[in-house]
């Protein structure tokens, strides 16, 4: 999103809390950067989730002045910066912290540690509120259904959904039979569940092909069964082959959108995801996977993309895996790959155009 806009807005200025050249693309590398005081502390790029109690007053230090329009790409403080009161704000919510509003016990669990933070959370809350309302941001944009939901329940604030951009120019159907393995993109934060696919696919006759690094990965290769491989992180070539010869995406998390979910589409597989998030927008259901084992069929759905199981369990996703052994042949790569193309970033642009002119009242900056 942000090299989108970069390479869109070449004269825009870019504020944020942590940068490090040379780590992002050439467009954003380009702007000028301003940053936190806290990018100044060593040792940040390693540590700068311990920093989280920081970010508000970090955020708030940001001299933001000068300009015409203020456009924050926000999942944590970037909304709250200071802005003059004449200048308009538009707000592209990737999501409201996720870490002290949705998934607080998937990031904290319910024990000492929970409680030993509950002061920092009420207090971040609080802030993020403050912050929220008209005064703070003049215009909220979020980038799917389920944050848009989120933004409201949060803030009580309405939002316009915007998908960000999906670059699937070099993700296409191999015109390949499919090989013998599903694919899951890990994060190896909580949030993700990879241990639940993980433990889904114990017992099974199934491959698991895993991609991605991160905090959990070494504890749960350790665990896992021998039909579970992991191949660590992957250049995008690499990638791109996988998402081509996996039978189907196995997507068990709750997503904001969910960027993996569209470029398995783009390759012309079928996703088999748990029906909440980002993917309600972006995976048509062939059916939906019940707790109790049956299916509720969507035959409204023109051209599905994928399967959705109801519940994070492993016992669900094994019912959605069996579900999709027995119809896979009602998938079709090439009407799977027409779903991903209208996530592309002409779309993007020109909405986000749309909102910044009737926001301003005056004609978008946005480079066609």
Sequence with gaps: MLD??????????????????????????????????????????????????????????LEIKGYDLVLSISHAVAKNVRTEPSVPHLCYCLTPMRYIWDQVDAYLGTGVRRL???????????????????????????????????????????????????DCHGIRPSGE????????????????????????????????????????RAQLQARAPGNVEFVGRIPDRAMTSLLQRCKALIYPQEEDFGIAAVEAQAAGRPVIALGAGGALDTVRPLCVVRPEGGL???????????????????????????????????????????????????????EISSEIEQLTGRPSPILA
């Design 4 to 61: 989108a806009l970069a390479r869109s807005l070449p004269h825009a200025d870019l504020y944020t809390l942590f940068y490090r050249q040379g780590t992002t693309t050439p467009a954003i590398d380009a702007m000028r950067v301003q940053t936190s005081p806290l990018n100044r502390l060593p040792g940040v790029d390693k540590h700068y989730r311990k920093l989280l109690p920081l970010y508000p007053w970090a955020a708030q230090r």
């Design 116 to 166: 030993v933070a509950g002061p920092l959370i009420h207090a971040l809350r609080r802030h993020d509120v403050a912050h929220s309302d008209q005064e703070g941001v003049d215009r909220f944009v979020t980038i799917s259904s389920t944050v848009a939901e989120r933004v409201q329940r949060h803030y009580g604030r309405q939002s316009s959904v915007i998908y960000p951009p999906v």
């Design 177 to 216: 039979d499919p090989e013998d393995f599903y694919l899951l993109v890990g994060g190896f934060v909580p949030y993700k569940r990879d241990a639940l696919a993980i433990e889904a696919f114990r017992g099974r006759s199934d491959r698991l092909v895993v991609v991605g690094d991160g905090p959990m």
């Design 296 to 350: 509720e069929w969507r035959d409204e759905e023109p051209a599905p993309t994928g399967i959705y199981f109801s519940e994070q369990t492993p016992e669900a996703l094994n019912a959605a895996l069996d579900a999709f052994a027995l119809h896979r042949h009602r998938f079709d790569s090439e009407t799977i790959r027409q779903q991903a193309e209208s996530f592309g970033q002409a779309r993007f642009l020109a």
